[in-house]
Structures are given as structure tokens and as C-alpha cells.
């Protein structure tokens, strides 16, 4: 079984700042992880995603997240933070790309000027 | 541009009304489609996985007689919710599953827009 724990309803950074979305997981089997953005009344946009290649991933709009076996982790980053910034993340597992995922409760980044 | 196309956008309709969502995937031919329901400030809930050209898997607690699922083609899926009531009133997002292999290989579920129910 596979699921997420995304730590943080609510996370508030100063633009420019640096972002930290804080994704465990817990799976049976290797996991595939993903980090995944939802504008208001839209549907989901990947970020980026890690399938058992290079630990540290890096995805779109200067995202990346490293994946830590140790600590059972996915956590998002981004050094400086943008005003676009703003929105709601959600990290997800599956077994494999073409498996059921299983979503996180989701964090909503708010960006303060 | 879009990969999956769900339609409508947003619905309001009266309870008691049967609504029709269509989920379609523009660019490869997908045999699984995921459908989730979300409601405000939570994440998604996975309520199905339809197959093309055979019955729905539901996920527990989800009564498929209130929820049909057809996937009569690779592009198209549909969610119908029967005798909608307003505890149905949400925001449903399809996904589509691209084939493995080629272009596509290794990427994972593409998401619809989603449609946002609101039943009165």
C-alpha cells in the first residue's frame, strides 16, 4: 500500500524567499513520487516527478525535489519564490506510472510580497 | 496545449438531475482513465478506474449505481452522476493514462481541467 503525508496545510513565504513543501511517503514497493500544482478551479499541472533515476529532480519553473530513501521523503523546493508562485501543491505515490496514485491533503503556498 | 479535455467546465443544475461529464484524451489512445472527486481545500479521492471496453473498478465507499463510468472509446470516458443531490456537489477530475512505449513512455497520468458540480 502506498500513501502520502504532506506536512503543512499552510505555508506562507516572503517573495523571493525560499519554498519548502515537505512530502513523506510510505510504500510497499519502490515508490514513484510526483509533486503535482492546482491553480483555483483547475485541474492539475505536473511538476515534476521521480522514478527511481537520479535522486534529485528538477522540474519545471525552478522546482526540484530529491527523493531521500533514508528518510522516506519527496520534499519540494525553489530558491526564490514568485508572486505565480502561489497555489495549491499536492505530492502523490503510485507503485508505478500506470498505477493508481494516491494523493497527499495538499499544501497551500501563499507568496507575500 | 491540452492533453486531456474534460467538459463541461462547470455545471449548476437542480437536484434530482442526472449530469454527464466527458473526459477525453486528445493526443494518444488511453485504455485507463481515472476519475477523483475533490472537495473544498482537500485532495483528490480516487473514486474509479475505467477501462475501455470493460466495467469500471470503484474504490470502497463509492457506489457505482450513483456513479456511472463508460469507456466506450480510447479517447472517451464519461462520468454520469444519477439523481444528483447536493452532497454530490463538487470537483471531479478525470485522467488519462498514455500508452507505454514510445513518446509517452514513463509519463504518468495527464489531468483534465476538472468540472466543478453544483447541485441546487
Known amino acids: 500500500a502506498q500513501s502520502v503525508t504532506q506536512l503543512g496545510s499552510h505555508v506562507s513565504v516572503s517573495e523571493g524567499a525560499l519554498v519548502l513543501l515537505r512530502c513523506n511517503y510510505s510504500?510497499?514497493?519502490?515508490?514513484?513520487l510526483f509533486w503535482y500544482v492546482q491553480y483555483p478551479n483547475q485541474g492539475l499541472q505536473l511538476l515534476l516527478k521521480?522514478?527511481?533515476?537520479?535522486?534529485l529532480v528538477k522540474g519545471i519553473n525552478g522546482f526540484e525535489a530529491e527523493f531521500k530513501k533514508s528518510e522516506t521523503s519527496f520534499h519540494l523546493t525553489k530558491p526564490s519564490a514568485h508572486m505565480s508562485d502561489a497555489a495549491e501543491y499536492f505530492c502523490?505515490?503510485?507503485?508505478?506510472?500506470?498505477?493508481?496514485?494516491?494523493f497527499g491533503t495538499g499544501t497551500s503556498l501563499t507568496v507575500i510580497p | 496545449g491540452a492533453v486531456v479535455s474534460q467538459h463541461p467546465s462547470r455545471v449548476i443544475c437542480k437536484s434530482g438531475t442526472s449530469v454527464k461529464i466527458e473526459c477525453r484524451s486528445l493526443?494518444?489512445?488511453?485504455?485507463?482513465m481515472f476519475w477523483y472527486r475533490q472537495f473544498p481545500k482537500q485532495s483528490l479521492m480516487l473514486m474509479a478506474t475505467?477501462?475501455?471496453?470493460?466495467?469500471?473498478?470503484?474504490e470502497q465507499g463509492v457506489e457505482k449505481d450513483k456513479f456511472l463510468i463508460n469507456h466506450a472509446s480510447l479517447t472517451l470516458s464519461t462520468l454520469t452522476v444519477t439523481s444528483a443531490h447536493p452532497e454530490d456537489s463538487s470537483f471531479y477530475i478525470c485522467?488519462?493514462?498514455?500508452?507505454?512505449?514510445?513518446?509517452?513512455?514513463?509519463?504518468?497520468?495527464?489531468f483534465g481541467d476538472g468540472t466543478r458540480l453544483s447541485i441546487l
Open positions: 485522467s488519462a493514462l498514455p500508452p507505454g512505449g514510445g513518446s509517452y513512455s514513463n509519463q504518468p497520468q495527464h
Open positions: 510504500s510497499s514497493v519502490p515508490p514513484y
Open positions: 521521480y522514478t527511481s533515476a537520479a535522486t
Open positions: 502523490a505515490v503510485s507503485a508505478n506510472t500506470g498505477n493508481q496514485f494516491y
Open positions: 493526443d494518444f489512445q488511453a485504455t485507463t
Open positions: 475505467s477501462n475501455e471496453g470493460s466495467k469500471a473498478t470503484y
